[in-house]
């Protein structure tokens, strides 16, 4: 079974650039969360999807980041424009009765 | 709110010790608790869980015991390996919520030959 998929594995940007995320879940996990892990920290929840719907974003910075599930399958996340302190691990994760499935991570990089 | 506080790393043993990685949690209603592992260079992966109270975890020779009354939930092993080098995290999931994983902030464990 193919693992959850990430992509860009690194970017680095200038702040006040835009970049974005890509991830695909586990076929068939209707659950979608992504994470920020900064160096030295637990991984902290961002945004939380159930098929195509939020059920919970209350750690979304939502003036600089944005996030979307087109068809409850693949999504992205955005950061525009980013900051220093955005530089992280970005992971996305799909859930099936109650464990969660990582991906590898986009490493981001902000000068 | 829900926490969770793992002991301070890096933690440096040689092979063949025994390992404990101490975890403590705050949470309301009766989590779900976990422990997830991350291998340099890969993403995190599921080590293993415990959703009620006495149970126990256990995989690849790690065992984990969820004590309600101590609200702890270490980490042990009986013979670390160099293969085991990599960085533990200790997380828990609340029921009826979002099940958002919470996560401690991780602690990095070093076995050498």
């Known amino acids: 079974e193919a693992g959850v998929a990430q992509s860009p594995r690194y970017k680095i940007i200038e702040k006040r650039q835009s970049v974005a995320f890509w991830c695909n879940p586990i076929?068939?996990?209707?659950?979608l969360y992504w994470y920020q892990q900064i160096l030295g920290q637990g991984p902290k929840l961002l945004i939380q999807?159930?098929?195509?719907?939020?059920?919970?974003d209350s750690q979304l910075p939502k003036d600089r980041f944005s996030a979307e599930r087109l068809k409850g399958v693949d999504s992205t996340l955005k950061i525009q424009p980013a900051k220093l302190e955005d530089s992280a691990v970005y992971l996305c994760?799909?859930?099936?009765?109650?464990?969660?499935?990582f991906g590898p991570g986009t490493r981001l990089l902000v000068l | 709110g829900n926490s969770v506080t793992q002991m301070e790393g890096p933690v440096t043993l040689s092979e063949e010790a025994f390992l404990t990685i101490n975890c403590t949690y705050t949470?309301?209603?009766?989590?779900?608790l976990f422990w997830y592992v991350q291998y340099p260079g890969e993403g995190l992966q599921l080590l293993l869980k415990?959703?009620?109270?006495?149970d126990k975890g256990s995989n690849k020779g790690f065992e984990a015991t969820y004590r309600k009354e101590t609200t702890s939930f270490h980490l042990e092993k009986g013979s670390v390996q160099v293969s085991d080098s990599a960085v533990y995290f200790c997380?828990?999931?609340?029921?009826?919520?979002?099940?958002?994983?919470?996560f401690g902030k991780g602690t990095k464990l070093t076995v050498n030959p």
């Open positions: 415990a959703t009620k109270a006495d």
């Open positions: 997380a828990l999931t609340t029921q009826g919520g979002s099940e958002k994983l919470v």
């Open positions: 994760a799909s859930s099936f009765r109650e464990t969660q499935y």
């Open positions: 076929s068939g996990h209707a659950t």
């Open positions: 949470a309301t209603g009766y989590p779900s």
């Open positions: 999807f159930q098929n195509n719907g939020v059920v919970d």
